[in-house]
Nanobody, 123 residues
Framework: QVHLVESGGGLVQAGGSLRLSCAASVRTFSTYVMGWFRQAPGKEREFVAA????????SYADSVKGRFTISRNYARNTVYLQMNSLKHEDTAFYYCAADRDAYSEYARDYDYWGQGTQVTVSS
């Protein structure tokens, strides 16, 4: 069982930055692919970014490429999402997800989810 806790959300002006954190309570953190997804009101949950267990592989949604960076800290069992040049359309509830098998952009492939954190970008 993997327990994920997100933090770092909040209200920021357009053009600003936020860093989301996701702490994972698991002994074998390096064996899990970690992903970030987001869901805006009335919309489906969408992929944002993923990082492989080794940290050598990363992938991003086209809408965030060049602005967001995913990374992980093995000593802290934590994955981060650095969000720069935020836009109003980035406003959503952001979720952290983990899976041992899938390096995937599909939410259905992830077995474990956090409770999420709200990011609001004012225009």
């Amino acid at each position: 069982q993997v327990h994920l806790v997100e933090s770092g959300g909040g209200l920021v002006q357009a053009g600003g930055s936020l860093r989301l954190s996701c702490a994972a309570s698991v002994r074998t953190f390096s064996t899990y692919v970690m992903g970030w997804f987001r869901q805006a009101p009335g919309k489906e949950r969408e992929f944002v970014a993923a990082i492989s267990g080794s940290g050598r592989g990363t992938s991003y949604a086209d809408s965030v490429k060049g602005r967001f960076t995913i990374s992980r800290n093995y000593a802290r069992n934590t994955v981060y999402l650095q969000m720069n040049s935020l836009k109003h359309e980035d406003t959503a509830f952001y979720y952290c997800a983990a899976d041992r098998d899938a390096y995937s952009e599909y939410a259905r492939d992830y077995d474990y989810w956090g409770q999420g954190t709200q990011v609001t970008v004012s225009s």
